[in-house]
């Protein structure tokens, strides 16, 4: 039934009682990153630190949510271990759709479990486990006993943490599902300090679709255009590491800690390669028919006379920069058997990989010492890697305690701030140019999903401040409607404003089809404002040496022209705050 107002799960969990609100504001903010805003801006403490127990996590989904194809994703909110600031993550799996089922709008989480908990909740119930006993285990062994203790499948959906999250690192996410992630910004360190092991959602309760004939000619149109453009062959067939050989063949691949950006030995790790050799299987994630997500396998011998097990390992673009590329690991096979042990410690993969590049050639240039990184790491090897991201995630002494908190406070603490890859958080896998480094660097989540910063470098313009700001601010608004539908960012080809709008009055929401335009921009100020409240301050970004360093294919990057978009986009965004955006 279609409802004006949302309908929050609040849970305490010092408690381990909740309740349910009905809050108004849906046709002010949609939903997903506007509904997690507003309750952020509710709920959240911005004078206290990420870990107070009273500070929420949030969970939110939007309007469309199964209704539609590929309106498949959960926005996570909260206040981030990595930077003490207002932070989102958007991961897939299940989650959104065990919410609908649900019949949530939101799950507000706050206060401290007494004891290692998992929390279960559904339309008719809630329920907080403790499972000391799951403490210290990692997120694959967690999973097995979740499934266990949690029987259901299809609407079921199970979020835990590793190790990682258990000791707070700032790099520690949130596996959903197996083969999806809240990854970045260390929302995994917020479920640890709120003793939370697990979060399962049962999708317990009914989902009634739209009665008439618009709705379902309205959905067939738009699964024909999901699946018989190249959309479904792009992601479906190789997937984003089709973006590796790209990427390399124009000089704007991050290898070797960003030493180069283009390096023939990347053959052993394109999409190609993963899909030829090493490709089991495509999955998807509830409500989407692309595929999108590729596991591959990894096996180990665990008797001398051939004997083997295998386990499925899921891999992307940024998986395989981070854990390949960036470490100069040039053999499929290896780089699954990283990404393996990464996700066994529960880390975000594009912090830890590029945290360890760092580390390599600190090392390397003797800024550290072995004391530090207990193995003696050097690119392309596998076997150093595997054992110093289980450092990582364990917090095994001081360096990695460290590191776990950002590339940026390691290199404070012991040097090497120049050949740090971070653009606000640890880079992901682009060297397009300088608006791809300006847009990570002030976005709003540090993301490469913020704005598409680096389809722009690879347009043949001359340079342009002003064109470039006024594109990185309207492409965000863009995307921030999509991220509050909860849409797949793959699909925003096909999400244009009019199918959008076509879409939520076929489902029964006419006020909020009419509003989609100002929607859009009133969230986007919205999250900026948590953002700024809870002390970000875009004027203070710095962006360190090597990316000044960096060759394209456009050749060394321009450091006047970087310098003269970073101050206009901080600018902007202090503008979109203050509501004063009329330029844009």
Known sequence: MIRDHFRIFSVDLATGRGSIENLEG????????????????????????????????????????????????TVCAFKSPYHDQYAESHGGGRSALSLRFADLDALVIRGKAPTPSCLSVGSRHLDLRDVHFLWGMDLIKTGKMLRRMYKGSGHRSILRIG?????????????????????????????????????????DGAFPLPEGKEYPKLFAEVHRKMTDTDMMEKYHNFGTPINMAVL?????????????????DIEGITGETFARDTLLRNAACAGCPVGCIHVGFVRERFREENRYLYRQVSYDHEPIFAAG????????????????TVEREGLDIMSAGVALAWA???????????????????????????EAFQHLGASSNDFYRILGQGTMKAAEHYGGADFACVLGQEMAGYATGEVF?????????????????????????????????????????????????????????VYKEQVISDCLRSVGYTT?????????????????????????????????????????????????????????????????????????
């Open 26 to 73: 849906r046709d002010t903010v949609g939903g997903g990153s506007g509904l997690a805003a507003m309750l952020f801006e509710k709920y959240g403490l911005s004078d206290r630190p990420w870990d107070d127990p009273e500070q929420p996590l949030i969970f939110a989904i939007g309007p469309l949510t199964g209704y539609f194809p590929l309106m498949s994703k």
């Open 163 to 203: 190790p990682a999250g258990e000791n707070r690192s700032a790099m520690a996410c949130i596996n959903v599902d197996t083969y999806r992630h809240f990854g970045r910004l260390g929302c995994g360190a917020v479920m640890g300090a709120k003793n939370l092991k697990g979060i399962v959602i049962m999708g």
């Open 248 to 264: 390399n063949g124009i000089h704007a691949l991050p290898i070797r800690n960003l030493q180069k950006t283009s390096d023939p």
């Open 325 to 340: 590329a960036m470490l100069h690991v040039t053999n499929a096979f290896s780089v699954l058997a990283l990404l393996d």
């Open 360 to 386: 390599t050639e600190a090392l390397e240039k003797g800024i550290i010492s072995t004391k530090e990184t207990i193995v003696p790491l050097r690119f392309g090897d596998e076997t150093a890697y595997r």
């Open 437 to 493: 480094f300006v847009s990570q660097a002030l976005g709003l989540r540090h993301s490469h999903l913020d704005t598409g910063g680096y389809s722009y470098d690879q347009k043949d313009k001359e340079p342009d401040v002003a064109g470039a700001v006024r594109f990185l601010v309207e492409d965000e608004r863009a995307r921030v409607l999509l991220t509050s539908l909860v849409s797949c960012l793959f699909a925003r080809g």
């Open 512 to 584: 909020l089809s009419d509003r989609i335009g100002t929607v859009s921009g009133e969230v986007q100020k919205l999250r900026w404002r948590m953002r700024l409240r809870t002390g970000f301050d875009p004027h203070t970004v710095s962006i360190p040496k090597r990316f000044l360093e960096v060759e394209t294919w456009r050749g060394r990057i321009d450091g006047i022209y970087l310098n003269e978009i970073k101050d206009a986009y901080a600018e902007a965004i202090l503008a979109l705050a203050r509501d004063e955006c009329e330029t844009y």
